[in-house]
């Protein structure tokens, strides 16, 4: 699960990320908790890992994980979203975990549709990029389209309004 909440102050997120881990432990399973952009906040609520994107400004998946080691922590399990093949490729090569690919189909904002999406054949070509590296598409994911998605070799969907 990403924690991308861009409205609260570090002491905050920091509060929040550390009750979803509390959780998360408490009922067992696998479910693993990354912060988006945030490996301080990621560290100090004991999160898995954290979600990048892809600027050049970005801290790297070895950055990260330098970070959790220094802080003794387990090893970092660091995604990033891409938009292009350009950014799937430096991901790959960047040693990722895993990769968000999209927008798939849309990229909505308030409801409104702000990005057209890139299509499954972009998804495909970002799959086979990718290599073994698993990809999430990403944008418009609906019940409708998530077996186009799958079909199309990504390993698991992301969204916002699909699990709402």
């Given at each position: 699960?990403?924690?991308?909440?861009?409205?609260?102050?570090?002491?905050?997120?920091?509060?929040?990320?550390?009750?979803?881990?509390?959780?998360?432990?408490?009922?067992?399973?696998?479910?693993?908790l990354l912060v988006n952009g945030r490996a301080d906040v990621a560290i100090t609520a004991e999160a898995d890992g954290v979600h990048l994107t892809s600027s050049d400004a970005e801290l790297t998946a070895a950055q990260v994980r330098m970070l959790f080691a220094r802080a003794g922590g387990d090893e970092a399990v660091v995604g990033v979203s891409c938009h292009t093949l350009a950014d799937v490729e430096r991901a790959r090569e960047g040693g990722v975990d895993l990769i968000l690919f999209g927008p798939v189909f849309e990229k909505r904002v308030g409801g409104e549709i702000v990005s057209e999406g890139v299509g499954l054949e972009a998804l495909r070509a970002a799959c086979e990029v990718a290599g073994a590296m698993p990809v999430l598409a990403l944008g418009g994911i609906d019940e409708e389209n998530v077996a186009v998605c799958l079909d199309a070799g990504a390993a698991g969907v992301a969204g916002i309004r699909l699990f709402a």
């Open positions: 699960m990403q924690l991308r909440e861009k409205s609260l102050d570090a002491g905050e997120l920091v509060e929040l990320a550390r009750a979803m881990v509390d959780v998360f432990h408490k009922h067992g399973g696998t479910t693993k």
